[in-house]
């Protein structure tokens, strides 16, 4: 569903700006994760594998997914944890809490340990001691995970000018890309920080219509601020549209600081995709509440 935005700058620009609300797909597997799933869990299924097995943070939208996908499709799941001070307190943190509800086991390894998570040494040893597992890579991004995103766009996204998603791992916005039309431009927002992502993507796409947009990380991967917090509330009351602040909320903070520069030409209709991670909210609240920062309201 592509829900139309009513701001006062869009229509002082004589712009068009529509969010697709891939994060009404599922309440568990929702946005990117749902697309980046599909094929990866076919194909567990067809080489009769039992275990997925992942890797992630402790608010990774992917875990939360992957747990829940494994409990409605009668898989076993693990996920590999970065961070062994997350062993005591695990269970106050509501996204792993959620991911055991729904069975999957954790394995908490400490960060020097999870920066192997590619090595196939490392994959192998965890073979040994797990049993066989279809593996999917942190963040769900191969070329299975990439099939999916590109069916994120549809027949009826033809008529738009820009295409604008933001980006973790580059698999979301690879599909995006193999999907759009050669006369769209499609925009990534990375919410990390760095331009070591447009190489990773190179890797799945042929297309040259597109570009990264490296000034909306914000500092980091789920670095926050007041004014991000506030633009979420704010974006929130006026377009009723939850967005969370890891992804979608620098996304769509970007697209509108883009729109006040004049970056975009009077009459361009411009799709944001809304990759979901809403479920991440719960848990930076409780990250900003010990900061005195505001909530994030959903």
């Known amino acids: ?46 080489q009769n594998q039992h275990t997925l097995l992942t890797f992630g943070g402790a608010f990774s939208n992917h875990i939360a997914a992957t747990a829940y996908a494994g409990k409605k499709y009668g898989l076993r799941t693990i996920g590999v944890i970065r961070g062994e001070e997350l062993i005591e307190s695990w269970r106050l943190n509501p996204t792993l809490a959620k991911a055991h509800e729904h069975g999957m086991e954790f ?24 049993g066989p597992f279809y593996l999917v890579p942190e963040g769900g991004t191969n070329a299975l995970a990439i099939k999916g995103c590109e069916e994120i766009l549809s027949r009826e996204d033809k008529d738009f000018n820009v295409i604008c998603s933001s980006v973790g791992t580059g698999g979301t916005i690879a599909g995006i890309i193999n999907a759009s039309q050669e ?94 991670g809403l479920q991440g909210v719960e848990g930076m609240n409780l990250v900003l509440k010990k900061k005195n920062l505001p909530l994030i309201k959903v």
């Not at 340990?113 to 196939?120: D, F, H, V």
């Not at 990380?217 to 009723?240: Q, W």
């Not at 600081?257 to 975009?264: A, N, R, T």
Request: overall charge positive; glycine content about 6%; hydrophobic content about 40%.
């Open 183 to 276: 006369n769209q431009q499609v925009i990534g927002f990375p919410s990390l920080k760095g331009d070591f992502l447009k190489k990773d993507i190179c890797n799945f796409v042929a297309k040259e219509n597109w570009e990264l947009n490296l000034n909306y990380h914000f500092g980091g991967y789920a670095k926050v601020s007041k004014e991000l917090i506030d633009f979420i509330n704010h974006f929130k009351e006026m377009t009723n549209i939850p967005t969370d602040p890891v992804y979608t909320g620098k996304l769509l903070y970007g697209i509108l600081d883009l729109v006040k520069q004049d970056y975009f030409a009077p009459g361009t209709k411009i799709l944001a995709v809304h990759t979901g």
């Open 107 to 130: 394995r908490f390894v400490n960060r020097s340990l999870y920066k192997q998570r590619s090595n196939i040494s490392y994959l192998e040893a965890l073979q040994v001691e797990e």
């Open 1 to 46: 569903m592509n829900q139309e935005v009513h701001l006062p700058i869009l229509k002082e620009k004589q712009l068009t700006l529509f969010v697709k609300r891939e994060d009404l797909i599922h309440p568990f597997i929702s946005g990117n994760k749902y697309r980046k799933l599909k094929y990866n869990i076919l194909a567990a299924q067809e």
